[in-house]
């Protein structure tokens, strides 16, 4: 599931095999961007914004991608057999001499100008794995998480406004790691700073990796403390780990926690 980890490790392999090399061919697979041609063109350099991916190209123009929910581009070589998904679902191919990217299954594809990438990010809280990451982006992550006091945790965290990054899978380990209910509402948050500090750490620890760890055992079903293990027994206590859809209507996701290390409120349980 792509999160703000596997944004940036995508964003770094398609600036290693694009940034510096003029396009010889741009095929962007949408209606509104059907007549665009970038060929000719250099890109400049491939960026993450939290969950968004920037390609600059020259001439002042960026072409802006969302991973969604199961979206990918794939870096091919020359001659390589592009495998990541049938063709119905390629949404964009840029090239240069050397290699091949393809997106596959993006829900969402513009191309703006460099200048108006706001219209765009604008709106997303501070980046957790922005290079530049200071003390000012914490306390303004701090205080769009506490912006909603009567909102839960899990919601809050998960809302890119706050903060940019945390997908699903994080969402649930942050609050096992802290030992707080999914449901506590954010006027309870013991610490604000302290899950902001965590969610970066955890962040920035998977950034290079292909597989996403949180529990620091790198042994397979080992890897992550709840997610995806409803009825499983926790690796703290040994009480079966719940599951339920948490969110607005329409917008629920599965949230995984353990109740007995994170006691408060609960929703009915549901299936894994």
């Not at 741009?26 to 970038?38: F, G, M």
């Not at 802290?178 to 610490?191: D, G, K, M, T, Y």
């Amino acid at each position: 599931m792509p999160e703000g980890d596997t944004v940036w490790r995508t964003a770094r392999n398609l600036h290693r095999a694009l940034a510096g090399e003029p396009l010889v061919r741009s095929d962007l697979r949408v209606p509104q961007l059907a007549t665009v041609d970038l060929t000719g063109r250099r890109v400049t350099e491939v960026v993450p914004r939290g969950k968004h991916l920037l390609t600059r190209v020259e001439g002042g123009l960026t072409l802006h991608s969302h991973l969604g929910m199961d979206g990918a581009w794939r870096i091919y070589d020359p001659g390589e057999r592009w495998h990541g998904g049938p063709q119905h679902q390629i949404r964009a191919v840029l090239a240069n001499a050397a290699h091949s990217a393809v997106g596959y299954r993006l829900p969402a594809l513009d191309l703006l100008r460099t200048a108006d990438e706001s219209a765009v990010v604008g709106h997303l809280g501070p980046d957790l794995l922005a290079p530049g990451w200071s003390r000012d982006d914490q306390e303004e992550a701090v205080r769009r998480l506490l912006g909603d006091p009567a909102r839960t945790v899990a919601e809050a965290v998960l809302d890119q406004r706050n903060l940019a990054g945390v997908g699903n899978v994080y969402k649930s380990e942050l609050c096992f790691m802290l030992r707080l209910s999914p449901w506590l509402p954010v006027a309870e948050l013991p610490s604000a700073e302290r899950l902001v500090a965590l969610a970066r750490k955890l962040l920035d620890v998977n950034k290079a990796r292909t597989t996403r760890i949180t529990t620091a055992d790198q042994r397979i079903d080992h890897r992550l403390w709840v997610y995806g293990r409803a009825g499983r027994p926790c690796r703290r206590c040994g009480t079966p780990i719940r599951a339920a859809d948490q969110g607005p209507a329409g917008q629920e996701r599965p949230t995984y926690w353990c109740p007995r290390c994170q006691p408060g409120t609960e929703p009915t349980p549901t299936t894994d």
